[in-house]
T-cell receptor
Framework: EPEVTQTPSHQVTQMGQEVILRCVPI?????FYWYRQILGQKVEFLVS????????KSEIFDDQFSVERPDGSNFTLKIRSTKLEDSAMYFC?????????????FGEGSRLTVL | KNEVEQSPQNLTAQEGEFITINCSYS?????LHWLQQHPGGGIVSLFM???GKKKHGRLIATINIQEKHSSLHITASHPRDSAVYIC????????????FGKGTKLTVNP
């Protein structure tokens, strides 16, 4: 069964370093999303991506964050200068149709620890 | 005030019991998702609803748009159903921004 894959599963970094989290969405999906979940808190939307551009972003998704689909398969989240409060689980998801009309498929998550 | 409220926060059941998890929301929505988060952290989509009722195996999800309320039911619960169940909504107007509830932690004992 097709699945969304994320790498790395866990990354530890020093404050101020740049981090890239990678996602391979399901191949025929058109909508891509990043979410984050700080330990013990609810999941939060970061950004949605469609047709090679950001379609919507939350107030969390400031200039420190960027997303890219560098080739036909990868979807990356870059955090430019990490802060302690960026420590969280980051989930990638994809959907063939919009989340308004179709099922979301989530990756297993990338746990980011900022020291 | 959270836009999406779930109840109960925690639920413990005996194997075989019928489970109901509730979700209320305060905004107009275009769709509602029920998700399952495993103890290891991974998230699986269970249902996407915009009206009515859906059934998949032992799981049933209903939504009442007028009352801004949805329920997730699990029949004949099993210990493997133990997980956090999350309700998330998309606001009207074609937004892609899912707004999540805090989740309901379900524990099913054998």
């Amino acid at each position: 069964e097709p699945e969304v894959t994320q790498t790395p599963s866990h990354q530890v970094t020093q404050m101020g370093q740049e981090v890239i989290l990678r996602c391979v969405p399901i191949s025929n999906h058109l909508y891509f999303y990043w979410y984050r979940q700080i330990l013990g808190q609810k999941v939060e939307f970061l950004v949605s991506f469609y047709n090679n551009e950001i379609s919507e972003k939350s107030e969390i998704f400031d200039d420190q964050f960027s997303v890219e689909r560098p080739d036909g398969s990868n979807f990356t989240l870059k955090i430019r200068s990490t802060k302690l409060e960026d420590s969280a689980m980051y989930f990638c998801a994809s959907s063939r149709d919009s989340a308004n009309t179709g099922e979301l498929f989530f990756g297993e998550g990338s746990r980011l620890t900022v020291l | 005030k959270n836009e999406v409220e779930q109840s109960p926060q925690n639920l413990t059941a005996q194997e075989g019991e019928f489970i109901t998890i509730n979700c209320s929301y305060s905004v107009g929505i275009s769709a509602l998702h029920w998700l399952q988060q495993h103890p290891g952290g991974g998230i699986v989509s269970l249902f996407m609803l915009s009206s009515g009722k859906k059934k998949h195996g032992r799981l049933i999800a209903t939504i009442n748009i007028q009352e801004k309320h949805s329920s997730l039911h699990i029949t004949a619960s099993h210990p493997r159903d133990s997980a956090v169940y999350i309700c998330a909504v998309l606001t009207q107007g074609g937004s892609e921004k899912l707004v999540f509830g805090k989740g309901t932690k379900l524990t099913v004992n054998p």
